[in-house]
């Protein structure tokens, strides 16, 4: 069968095509592609059926999975495809961009408790006095950061779909600059603490839902297959029995116990931050679900449950 | 009842647009004449209330956007809007200091014409359907000039207050205190300086584009 690439404005991507099997699949082709043009590889690649001219619909995505053959449905008997061709960009998988997101937090933070940083803010040093919470609360914040991580490498599984290079630095962005916002805060020297008893039932309930959200993680590994490409199934199970995001309450939960024990408006700032981003994920993953499974022809029917913020939504 | 609601909308749309309209004539004149008669030293506190109520209103537009009174989206309309709030309300209005500068003369003059067409070319489009040819043209063309005096003389304003805010201390909160929370009003300005600075050529862009597309649209009509 004969494939012919071009680029969005038409230009033709391989001079005379590519000539592959009759049963290739998208993954043959991108493969193809990636051999004559070694710098696109497969992840980078997105191809589409063409548009009529003027059209404004929105274009076809080749699924790396099925066969070319499906795609060539106005014409069976055709021998021919034309794909169009758009270069995503440099892309990462999931794993380096979540490691380097959560790494930055897990260095910077300390470095406000260890190193004398106040004193480039105009502090004089000599009269920090460490309060009891401050070092708990940096050991907590380590411990979630560390727990990200090793999730990231032992638990979670990704599917095949990667990211763009410039989201690291968008999110890097994001979580390295906040980290640094509330460890400035907290780690103060004119800190201002709260009583014991806040500070216990802050860090205690946090590191419940650290745990919980631990769980709601090995529960959503569970779901997936091994090879990452099981698709969508109703989570089950502990938490997610009422919660369609058990992951996203618990972490925004253990963010809340944070703030409880250290008070700072920063944590608070970035809790609410955290929590509308998580939200809309929740809200596109409940519809998904929702909708995936209707209950109707034999599909099961997607149960009654809140969506990320039990009693609220 | 959509009948006369879209009536409402109309008469308020025109009310709004050549009330203010009026405001900034006012602050156009006022400052013409001052700089006339006595000298620029005198211009804020002359034209100090029409521009706090001209400038203000404008916040109405916001809400105006939100509440889909008109079409203009609000991610357009609040970064413009709050940063004229910034220098009026921030700077001009709390730094007294800073008031009897000469650039106060070049900033509300930019301003003020730059308002007046616009506010004059929504309020005959709401009550016409249609302007003038020469006010359509006004309005995507005296950009070319009155922005670049103006925004230079808005960052040239909050650059003259720098050192008032950090000596003054105003608007800022030290620590410590029980939320464990700071802001240093002296620092902020770099941040609006850093998200301004950007801005600035992206902005006259996007005028510059809007004035191809419409000036050629309307010639061909």
Redesign the interface.
């Known amino acids: 069968m004969k494939v012919l690439v071009t680029t969005r404005s038409g230009r033709e991507l391989i001079d005379g095509g590519l000539v592959l099997d009759s049963s290739a699949t998208v993954a043959d082709l991108q493969e193809a592609i990636h051999k004559r043009i070694k710098k696109y590889y497969p992840s980078r690649q997105r191809l589409t059926l063409p548009l009529q001219p003027g059209s404004k619909e929105k274009p076809v995505v080749l699924q790396y999975k099925k066969s070319l053959k499906e795609y060539t449905t106005g014409n069976p008997n055709s021998d021919t495809i034309t794909v169009v061709f758009k270069d995503l960009g440099p892309q990462v998988s999931y794993r380096t961009l979540f490691f380097f997101e959560y790494l930055g937090p897990l260095i910077l933070y300390p470095l406000f408790y260890y190193l004398p940083v106040y004193q480039y803010f105009g502090y004089k040093l000599e009269k920090r006095v460490i309060h009891p919470v401050q070092t708990i609360a940096m050991y907590y914040w380590c411990f979630h950061y560390f727990k990200r991580i090793m999730e990231t490498f032992f638990i979670h599984r990704f599917s095949h779909a990667t990211s763009p290079l410039s989201n690291v630095f968008r999110n890097c962005a994001y979580y390295w600059s906040f980290g640094c916002y509330i460890a400035y805060y907290v780690n103060h020297p004119l800190y201002t603490p709260v009583n014991d008893l806040q500070v216990k039932i802050g860090l205690g309930f946090g590191l419940i839902m650290q745990i919980s959200n631990l769980y709601c993680h090995v529960i959503l590994r569970n779901l997936r297959s091994p090879s990452g490409n099981g698709g969508y199934q109703i989570p089950r199970g502990f938490l997610f029995n009422i919660v369609t995001c058990a992951n996203y309450t618990t972490e925004i939960y253990q963010w809340l116990g944070f703030n409880v024990a250290t008070q700072t408006v920063a944590g608070y700032v970035f809790l609410i931050v955290a929590a509308s981003i998580m939200t809309n994920w929740a809200l596109a993953k409940h519809r998904r679900l929702r909708r995936l499974f209707d209950g109707k022809e034999g599909r099961p029917k997607y149960p009654r449950r809140w969506v990320i913020l039990p009693p609220f939504l | 009842m959509a009948g006369v609601l879209s009536l409402l909308r109309r008469f308020y749309l025109i009310a709004y647009n050549w009330i203010v309209f009026a405001g900034w004539f006012q602050v156009l004149f006022l400052a013409l004449k001052t700089l006339k008669e006595s000298g620029h030293e005198q211009v804020y506190s002359n034209i100090e209330k029409p521009l706090l109520l001209a400038q203000s209103a404008a916040f109405l537009e916001i809400l105006h956007g939100v509440v889909g009174l008109v079409r203009s989206p609000i991610s357009a309309t609040l970064p413009q809007i709050s940063s004229r709030l910034y220098v009026v309300w921030g700077i001009l209005y709390s730094f007294p200091e800073v008031q009897t500068h000469p650039i106060v003369s070049s900033l509300v003059i930019s301003w003020s014409i730059t308002e007046i067409i616009r506010y004059s070319f929504f309020g005959t489009k709401e009550a016409f359907g249609s302007t003038p040819y020469w006010l359509l043209w006004l309005r995507y063309s005296t950009f070319l000039v009155l922005y670049p005096t103006g925004i230079s003389s808005e960052i040239a304003m909050i650059y003259n207050a720098l050192p008032y805010m950090k000596e003054s201390e105003k608007y800022s909160i030290r ?8 802001f240093d009003y002296f620092y902020f300005a770099f941040v609006v300086f850093a998200i301004y600075l950007p801005g600035i050529p992206h902005l006259y862009g996007y005028m510059l584009a809007q004035r191809k597309k419409t000036l050629s649209k309307s010639k061909k009509a």
């Not at chain 2, 620590?175 to 700071?182: E, L, Q, V």
């Open positions: 620590m410590p205190n029980k939320w464990n929370f700071s």
